[in-house]
């Protein structure tokens, strides 16, 4: 009897679950799961601390650039290591770690903020060494390019104003004088009420969005005399974390205080309810909401959210919740032990180039190259999902890693008879014999184990997992539970493709 994966529902009960009890370190897919790779080393620094914020940014010559922050200075991608970016004048950063840094594009440069109680915005050239105070500027919590302005929200200028959006001049960054408003455009907006402090804003080429605690507004230009028109679209629902606020095309994705939510500029959907979403707050330290750091992943399509779960260390995250807005399913991720410090945050980077000359500072022996010649890593410019780990920065590029996937429990024989079989009988037990594991893409016959995890009795017996196994010669393993409710356990440790489910054959033992 066939019993496939469908999607990861945590917040259903086991039995008769519609989808799948676990999907552990897996990619949700059309027909099943695919894999999630491994972590390798790609950069180090030997003086950067825990990571508040990322990004990365292409000039008009096709180089690319990574930027990165820590509490008290900024870094710049070299080759395979960081070098310190920090202003020359005005010294180390006071960063607002409930938030980070946050980074915006603007033209030839790159503007950060580090909070409202924190820095004057900072600005570099692409190319340039070192980040400088961006003129006229106030220090915010949160940055964003509306039309040919820079917006500034959650601000300090005549003094903290957490429901305040400021723009600079129109195609200027360094104007935000108010006395030459007429000519430049540059102005604020006060957004009263009870919707909470400015969690973000979203950039557009006409208008954007911004997200408060409790409320979602857009912010359009219209030009003079009001510059930008402001409306309130949603009231009562916003951002729990900041930066769980997650964009890809018309869509945003984000973590509201009841679960995950996505909106297309008019309505708010749930997406976690039913599925994930009780899972997830139960499992989440609230304390450390503001570390919950969401990323688009648009070649796998999906959002990936890491956040500090069950078991994390200090303000660090050891999980990653997964949903592929292609499918609307979810899965989950498990920071490995050997990162025994957890995460500090998820980015998307762009890899760097090299010349011939430059792969002598990767290895001086080409055998050793963690990439062949003809790899597009080594051309650079290439987007890939990152994280940051004590200093460190890693790809997430290497192997598949060890999966978990466990489709629903239900009565075994119960479910013969909804299919017609002629022994069926709802009130006994099945006796597993065989399981074949439907995994595609396998390299290896120790790289897939399965095994049922059974309840004997009732609903009130712990399932109990038995012995994992590799498949024989031909193609299952071989099983002698004997019990009322049964789920099966799907273990990869190898190169696959795809995991689909497993076939299983049972036959009925009676009451016993």
């Known amino acids: 009897m066939l019993f496939q994966t469908s999607q990861w529902l945590p917040d259903q009960p086991r039995l008769n679950n519609p989808g799948d009890i676990q999907a552990l370190n897996v990619i949700p897919d059309v027909s099943g799961y695919v894999p999630f790779p491994r972590m390798t080393q790609a950069a180090t620094s030997t003086t950067m601390g825990q990571t508040y914020g990322s990004t990365y940014a292409r000039d008009n010559a096709n180089n690319s650039f990574v930027y990165t922050g820590d509490i008290s200075a900024l870094y710049r991608l070299a080759g395979l290591s960081f070098t310190a970016a920090t202003r020359l004048v005005g010294g180390a950063y006071a960063t607002d770690v409930a938030n980070g840094w946050e980074f915006a594009n603007w033209g030839q440069t790159v503007i950060a903020v580090n909070g409202q109680d924190g820095d004057v915005p900072q600005e570099i050239s692409l190319g340039a060494a070192n980040f400088v105070n961006l003129t006229g500027a106030f220090p915010a919590a949160h940055i964003a390019v509306i039309n040919n302005f820079v917006v500034l929200g959650n601000i300090s200028d005549s003094a903290t104003q957490v429901q305040r959006v400021r723009w600079s001049g129109i195609n200027n960054s360094h104007i935000w004088s108010l006395s030459s408003q007429a000519s430049t455009l540059a102005d604020f907006q006060d957004l009263p009420g009870n919707g909470g402090w400015i969690q973000k804003i979203t950039s557009g080429e006409q208008g954007g969005l911004i997200f408060m605690e409790r409320e979602i507004h857009s912010m359009v230009f219209v030009g003079a005399p009001l510059i930008f028109q402001f409306t309130k679209l949603v009231d009562g629902v916003g951002a729990y974390g900041s930066n769980s606020v997650v964009v890809f095309e018309n869509q945003v994705f984000f973590l509201a205080n009841d679960g995950f939510k996505a909106f297309n500029g008019s309505n708010v959907t749930d997406i976690g309810e039913g599925k994930v979403d009780a899972f997830f707050l139960d499992d989440l330290d609230t304390a450390y909401v503001g570390q919950v750091r969401g990323i688009l992943v648009p070649d796998k399509k999906i959002v990936m959210w890491a956040y500090p779960g069950s078991g994390h260390s200090g303000s660090k995250c050891n999980r990653i919740i997964i949903y592929s807005y292609a499918f609307n399913k979810w899965s989950l991720v498990q920071i490995p032990n050997a990162f025994s410090a957890n995460i500090e945050i998820i980015t998307i980077t762009s890899t760097p180039g090299y010349t011939l000359d430059g792969l002598d500072a990767v290895s001086t022996n080409i055998d050793a190259l963690p990439f062949s010649l003809d790899s597009r890593e080594w051309t650079g410019g290439q987007l890939i999902m990152s994280a940051y780990v004590n200093g460190v920065l890693y790809y997430f590029?290497?192997?598949?890693?060890?999966?978990?996937?466990?489709?629903?429990?239900?009565?075994?024989?119960?479910?013969?008879?909804?299919?017609?079989?002629?022994?069926?009988?709802?009130?006994?037990?099945?006796?597993?014999?065989?399981?074949?594991?439907?995994?595609?893409?396998?390299?290896?016959?120790?790289?897939?184990?399965?095994?049922?995890?059974?309840?004997?009795?009732?609903?009130?017996?712990?399932?109990?997992?038995?012995?994992?196994?590799?498949?024989?010669?031909?193609?299952?393993?071989?099983?002698?539970?004997?019990?009322?409710?049964?789920?099966?356990?799907?273990?990869?440790?190898?190169?696959?493709?795809?995991?689909?489910g497993v076939d299983v054959e049972f036959v009925n033992a009676g009451m016993r």
Do not use: C, H
């Not at 017609?420 to 009130?427: K, T």
């Not at 049922?452 to 399932?463: E, F, S």
């Open 397 to 500: 590029n290497g192997t598949p890693m060890d999966a978990t996937v466990e489709v629903g429990e239900t009565n075994l024989m119960g479910k013969l008879g909804a299919v017609g079989g002629r022994d069926a009988v709802v009130g006994n037990k099945a006796q597993i014999n065989a399981i074949w594991p439907l995994v595609e893409g396998v390299v290896s016959t120790s790289a897939v184990a399965v095994a049922a995890k059974y309840r004997n009795n009732t609903q009130m017996d712990t399932a109990t997992l038995d012995t994992l196994r590799f498949a024989n010669s031909s193609g299952f393993a071989t099983s002698r539970v004997v019990a009322r409710y049964a789920s099966f356990v799907i273990n990869t440790t190898g190169v696959y493709t795809e995991i689909q």
